[in-house]
C-alpha cells in the first residue's frame, strides 16, 4: 500500500500535465563553450526550440481558460455549463489513453476509456461554441520520444480533430509543457503543423490534478474531504477553485490551465471546481478569450462587405470572444488592435492582426472595417472590402 507521501513522490518523479517536472528540465540544454588549442571549424549550433506562447501579454482582466486531457465523462456537462455561462473555453484534447504510452494516465476504473475515441463528443464542444487543440493521440511527453514518433502524435490528432476545428485555428499544447528543439524540428518539418498555433503553456496553475489525488493543507479539517482514490483525502474544489482565483487576482491576466480529467476521479471535479471557479471570476469583471488574441490569416470570403452598422469613428464594433457584449477594433501604425468589453469598460488595446501578417494589408489598407460572424460560432470576424466580395480574418 502507497502513503500519500510515496504518491506524491511518484507523481512529481512522473511528472503531469501541469508539471514543470524534470521532463521540462531535460527540455534545456546547456552549450558550454569549450577552450581549443587548435582552430578548429566551429560545431554547428542546435537550431532552438519555437517557443512555447503563454497569456504575459494579455491586457488586464483578459483570461483564456483551458482545459487539458479530456475528453472524459463529465467533459460535456462542464461544455454546457461554460455554455449557459458564456464562456467559451478551448479544450486541448487526447484521442486516447494507451496503458504503458501515455504519460502519467493515473489508476482506477475507466482511465483507459477516456479520450475522444472513447467518448465522440468533439462535436457537442464545437456546437456549444468551444475551441479544440490538439494534446496529442496519446498524451506523450514530446521530449521523450523521437522526433518522429511527436511529430506523428501531433499530426494524426490533428487529423483527427480537423473535422470538428473547421475554419478556427489549429492549436497544439504539448503534455507536461515537455517541449524541445527536437520536436521543434520534427514539427518544422511538416506543413501542415508548421503553421498551427503553438505549443501552448500557462500563465496560471492551481493543480487540480494534484488536489484530486491528496491533501496538502494548513488546514486539512476545513479544506480536506473524502474521495481520493484509495480512501485518501483530496482537496475539497471549493478550495482548488479559490487557490485558483488567488494566483489569478495577483496576475490579473493570462492562461489558465485547468483539466477535465483529472488524477485518477475523472471530470466530475473539473466540472465542480469551474462551478466555485467561473462565477468569482465573473464577479471581478474577467472576461474570457481564445488563448491567442490574434486573428487568423485573412482570406477571402463571398458576399459583399455590408456592415449592419458603419461606426462613425471608423472603428468595428462586434462580439469577438461570444459573450454577448461588444468588443472594439480599429487600424494604428502596426495593424489592426482590438479591446474586448468588461463590465468596467473595454480592456486596453492589443495588437490583433500585425500590418506585416501575410494577407493583412488586404484589411489593414481598406476603406473600412467590420466585425462579423461569418462561420456561425458565435464570435465576430474581422472582414473589409474587396472588390465585389470582402476578405475577412476569423476571430480565434
Ligand atoms: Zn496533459
Known sequence: MRSSVALA??????????DDGPEAARA???????????????????????PQLDGRDFPDKVLALTWDDGPDRHTLELARYLHDQRVRGTFFVVRAWVDGVSADPGAGDGVFSTGFAALPILGDLVRLGHRLGNHTGNHVLLTAVAPSEAARQLRENQAAIAPFV???????????GAWGAAA?????????????????????DGKDWEGSRWCRSDAPATECEAGAPGGERRVKPSVVAARYLAQIERARHGIV?????????????AVDVARALVPALRARGYVFAAPRLHFQTPAPAAGPFAPKAPAADGAAHGDLNGDGHADRCDRSARGVVCALATPAGLTSESLWLDRDDPGASAIVDASSIALEDLDGDGRADLCAPAGADRVCARAP
Do not use: K, N, Q
Open 9 to 18: 513522490v511518484a507523481a512529481a518523479i512522473a511528472g503531469s500535465c501541469g
Open 28 to 50: 534545456i540544454e546547456l552549450h558550454a563553450p569549450v577552450a581549443r588549442a587548435t582552430a578548429i571549424p566551429a560545431p554547428a549550433i542546435a537550431p532552438a526550440a519555437r
Open 166 to 176: 473547421g475554419s478556427g485555428p489549429r492549436m497544439f499544447r504539448a503534455p507536461g
Open 184 to 204: 521543434s524540428a520534427a514539427i518544422a518539418e511538416d506543413a501542415d503543423l508548421r503553421e498551427a498555433w503553438g505549443p501552448f503553456r500557462w500563465d496560471l
Open 257 to 269: 490551465l485547468l483539466h477535465d480529467r483529472v488524477g485518477h476521479v475523472g471530470s466530475r471535479y
